[in-house]
């Protein structure tokens, strides 16, 4: 009599912050990627000849995705770091922090998107109430089966609702990695593209550190993410949280495509009429 024993390999939570080597691959950049204190410490720098950029060794289908990063100093405009998550293929989904440099004294924008199947144009952009320059700050991306919440230092300032009633598409399929990049973007980034890249002040660099994903690891093919016991997975604002990100919405927004009617002539999307 022979025992047959089925592996069946399903997604797995994790929760790290660990070393940078052992977690994350170099997808570009060759040197300009430096890995610091042990593991601990990730730069990426920007030169004229090229960016630079890290992704994920795993893939992750929803999660709490956590890093401290402490952007370009001084004259950085043309230049964008970004900090995302994206799948794979021409269909891909994506959610995304983008940090567009600016002359030096100058706030840095902060544009948020949500992609799903390989359409986007769902941006939001903030100011920050703090140089986000001078120290490390925290940037977090929630997804979840129900919402998507962008939160600075543990604030909200935007949320995406899966709203089932609506039609609207929302980002549930697709396993995504974690992606960090940093490149010269000076024919939009800084006033429309009217401010370009200095390369005379070349390198440009940022920092990273403490990256934490508290999220389901996919496995190909597996078809399940038994993740539903953890407090994440069906996090939602609660009242003092959508206080909080109304007012900074309030003080700290500068861009919001939910109100462009010259960008949509033929009607505001959809999930315009439903969200924040």
């Known amino acids: 009599m022979k025992l047959i024993v089925f592996l069946v390999v399903l997604p797995w939570v994790a929760v790290f912050a660990r070393n940078f080597s052992q977690d994350f691959d170099l997808t570009w950049g060759s040197d300009r990627v430096r890995i610091l204190n042990n593991g601990e410490l990730l730069t990426l720098s920007l030169d004229k000849d090229s960016g630079s950029a890290f992704q994920s060794k795993n893939e992750y289908l929803f999660g709490k995705i956590s890093v401290q990063l402490k952007l370009v100093p001084d004259y950085s405009a043309g230049t964008v770091t970004s900090y995302y998550l994206a799948s794979q293929g021409s269909t891909w989904d994506e959610i995304d922090f983008e940090f567009l440099g600016n002359l030096s004294g100058d706030p840095y924008t902060v544009h948020t998107n949500v992609i799903t199947e390989g359409k986007g144009d769902r941006e939001q952009q903030f100011r920050l109430w703090f140089d986000p320059t001078a120290d490390f700050h925290t940037y977090s991306i929630l997804w979840n089966p129900h919402v998507i919440i962008f939160y600075v230092d543990g604030t909200p300032i935007r949320e995406f609702k899966n709203l089932d009633s609506t039609k609207v598409p929302f980002p549930e399929s697709r396993a995504m990695r974690i992606h960090s990049s940093i490149w010269n973007a000076d024919d939009w ?43 994440w997975q069906a996090k939602q604002l609660d009242a003092p949280s959508l206080e909080r990100l109304m007012w900074v919405q309030k003080h700290y927004m500068i861009y919001n495509y939910c109100i462009d009617l010259k960008r949509f002539p033929q009607g505001l999307p959809l999930e315009c009429a439903a969200t924040t």
């Open 189 to 231: 980034a800084t006033k429309g593209g009217l401010i370009k890249t200095d390369w005379s002040k070349a390198p440009f660099t940022a920092s990273f550190r403490n990256i934490s994903a508290q999220a389901c690891i996919w496995a190909s093919g597996s078809g399940a993410y038994p993740c539903s016991s953890n407090s």
